[in-house]
């Protein structure tokens, strides 16, 4: 999950609270982690954000469908 950092405050408390009800699943339901993105707004965090999610879906193998 992640926020811009020159979002609404109130924006960036959902998503916060939103990563923390995500990170108290169990593991193997899904994986979250959270981050705040600062200098970016709400047009330009998900590209400057798409590496990151790539390499965070990545990690989780057994997240990935089985062949």
């Known amino acids: 999950v992640t926020a811009?950092?020159?979002?609404?405050?109130?924006?960036?408390?959902?998503?916060?609270?939103?990563?923390?009800?995500?990170?108290?699943?169990?593991?193997?339901?899904?994986?979250?982690?959270?981050?705040?993105?600062?200098?970016?707004t709400h047009g330009s965090v998900s590209l400057a954000t798409t590496g990151r999610a790539l390499t965070f879906a990545m990690s989780r193998p057994e997240s990935l469908p089985k062949p």
């Open 4 to 40: 811009a950092g020159n979002e609404a405050k109130a924006t960036i408390d959902a998503a916060s609270a939103f990563a923390g009800r995500l990170q108290q699943l169990p593991k193997s339901a899904i994986g979250a982690q959270y981050a705040l993105i600062d200098g970016e």
